[in-house]
């Protein structure tokens, strides 16, 4: 039986979750691509999921709380950081709609260095932070080469921030009104992780409740970070669909080798 696009992430975890956090101020932006194009930036076992008869490339941003890692109770060195991702919209040949990460941004270093080791998600060091005022949500994730070349040595290194930096993104939306319709479902509401790790390609099982969806009006978006993981000139443009969600809880459970 198909599932519901919207129901698509609240299925049952086939295994205990490795990992259990909020997300809030969640901030979507996805490109129209033609398939043939993203093709090589996908793992193997895997092609870029067609929705709305297009692919889709995105930047997506949110900040992270209250990390559980179960059995264990919230990590207050993993519990509360900023993401900012670049990514491509999957789908592998058991029909299974996922995300490949071609990056994730991030400050937190314990959480680079499990997710490169245990799960095979390209985390990268940057300086990425938050802002909300009212409705407007703001990201910036700026890299700083030095250390996220080797971010094992950063947990012993002083926490100022060393070399010159490059390779930023930024997004600026101010929140609208709730939506519903089924391209925003498709866009947001994504099944698990497509990553590679190793020779495999794995499926990681993401779980959360329906998400309530809102749109949102593009204030400011710029940036080279997609020149760095081979999407060049993604920020050039407005995004096709600019979308935002409160908030949500999300379990991610290992699902099976792909290929």
Known sequence: MTVPARDRAAVALLHRPVTVHAWEDVVFAHWR????????????????????????AGLTAYVFRETRVPPFPPSGRLGSMTEVTVEVLTVDDRGR???????????????????????GVPYTFAHARARRRGDTLSYRSVRHPARSLQPA?????????????RHDAT???VVGDVVDDQLATDLTT???????????????????????????????????????VGMPGLLDREPDSLLVVDGTTVRYAWGDVVR
């Open 190 to 228: 994504r099944q698990g992780i497509h990553a590679r790790h190793l020779a495999q390609t794995l499926f990681w099982q993401r779980q959360h409740e329906p998400l309530t969806i809102r749109s949102a009006r593009l204030e400011r978006l710029g940036g080279d970070l997609p020149d760095a």
């Open 33 to 56: 691509h033609e398939p043939a194009s993203l093709a090589r930036l996908v793992p193997r076992g895997t092609r870029p999921d067609v929705v709305d008869g297009s692919a889709w």
């Open 153 to 165: 040595r950063s947990l012993l290194r002083s926490p100022r921030l060393r070399g010159r930096p």
């Open 97 to 119: 709609r996922g995300v490949a990460y071609r990056t994730v941004d991030t400050a937190n270093v314990p959480a680079i260095v499990a997710a490169h080791t245990l799960l």
């Open 171 to 173: 997004v600026r939306v």
